[in-house]
């Protein structure tokens, strides 16, 4: 199978077509010019695309802070090392956003407003929000533009400057533990439990195509899950299935979700 024919077997869309092509030659260019390149940034399912594509090749994904969701696909030649990617001259750069701590904004507010100064998405990284500050990661060409003209979310003023990679506040990330006892291990049995809806509700959700497991779209509820899969449903949330433990006197599975709150 040549890689057009794997780009097209593993896309979902058109767009993922287009992303899968244009990293597919920057990487495999850049490895036979020893030359440094990097992507924009990718969602988790991006970079898991970019994995399956690039397998093989020697890769890495950085996004600034450890655990971060969003993050570039990178080639280092020989002669660079990792301490690029943290430098002042490496391929992103952290922003801190003042504002009024009397004003309630939220990821949401922030990314609107990001995304109204014109720029592109995958130029845009992990964005954190604290009480009078946000921090977010940005790719190093649009640093200039953004500095000048990212004045305001909404009706709030902004007072934007860049930071250093290690002075980004990453706000603690609340959870809800759920315990409960399930039929099956079927996907739509997780749904529900981790989000506190009903079965029925859960499977709607799924067949709407809202749900995705492990960062891929997944639409069939009866899918059966496992230990560390990440669930992500448009509109409720992301949980993560911990443990799955014996059957009770019942035959009911015990587990234990992570909800992220």
């Known amino acids: 199978?040549?890689?057009?024919?794997?780009?097209?077997?593993?896309?979902?869309?058109?767009?993922?077509?287009?992303?899968?092509?244009?990293?597919?030659?920057?990487m495999t260019t850049a490895q036979a010019r020893n030359i440094p390149a990097v992507s924009g940034f990718l969602s988790k399912r991006e970079q898991m695309l970019a994995q399956e594509l690039l397998r093989g090749?020697?890769?890495?994904?950085?996004?600034?802070?450890?655990?971060?969701?969003?993050?570039?696909?990178?080639?280092l030649p020989d002669y660079l090392d990792s301490s690029w990617l943290t430098g002042d001259d490496g391929p992103i750069a952290a922003v801190r956003a003042v504002y009024f701590a009397g004003d309630t904004l939220t990821h949401?507010?922030?990314?609107?407003?990001l995304m109204g100064c014109g720029v592109k998405r995958e130029t845009v990284g992990d964005i954190y929000v604290s009480e009078g500050s946000c921090d977010f990661l940005v790719t190093r060409e649009v640093l200039p533009y953004l500095l000048q003209n990212f004045l305001s979310a909404g009706r709030t003023k902004l007072h934007a400057e860049r930071i250093a990679l290690d002075e980004i506040r990453v706000p603690e990330q609340k959870v809800k533990t759920v315990r409960d006892t399930?039929?099956?291990?079927?996907?739509?049995?997780?749904?529900?439990?981790?989000?506190?809806?009903s079965r029925g509700k859960g499977a709607d959700y799924i067949a709407a195509g809202k749900c995705e497991l492990n960062?891929?779209?997944?639409?069939?509820?009866?899918?059966?899950?496992?230990?560390?899969?990440?669930?992500?449903?448009?509109?409720?949330?992301?949980?993560?299935?911990?443990?799955?433990?014996?059957?009770?006197?019942?035959?009911?599975?015990?587990?234990?979700?992570?909800?992220?709150?």
């Open 182 to 197: 399930v039929p099956s291990l079927r996907l739509d049995g997780i749904v529900s439990s981790g989000f506190s809806i």
């Open 57 to 75: 090749q020697e890769i890495c994904f950085f996004g600034g802070p450890e655990l971060a969701e969003r993050e570039i696909c990178c080639y």
């Open 108 to 113: 949401r507010d922030f990314l609107g407003a």
């Open 1 to 26: 199978m040549d890689k057009r024919e794997q780009i097209a077997r593993m896309a979902q869309n058109k767009d993922d077509e287009i992303l899968l092509a244009k990293l597919y030659e920057r």
């Open 215 to 261: 960062y891929a779209p997944c639409m069939k509820g009866d899918k059966q899950t496992a230990e560390g899969d990440v669930i992500t449903v448009r509109g409720l949330g992301k949980i993560r299935l911990e443990t799955i433990g014996g059957n009770t006197k019942k035959g009911r599975i015990a587990i234990e979700i992570t909800r992220f709150l």
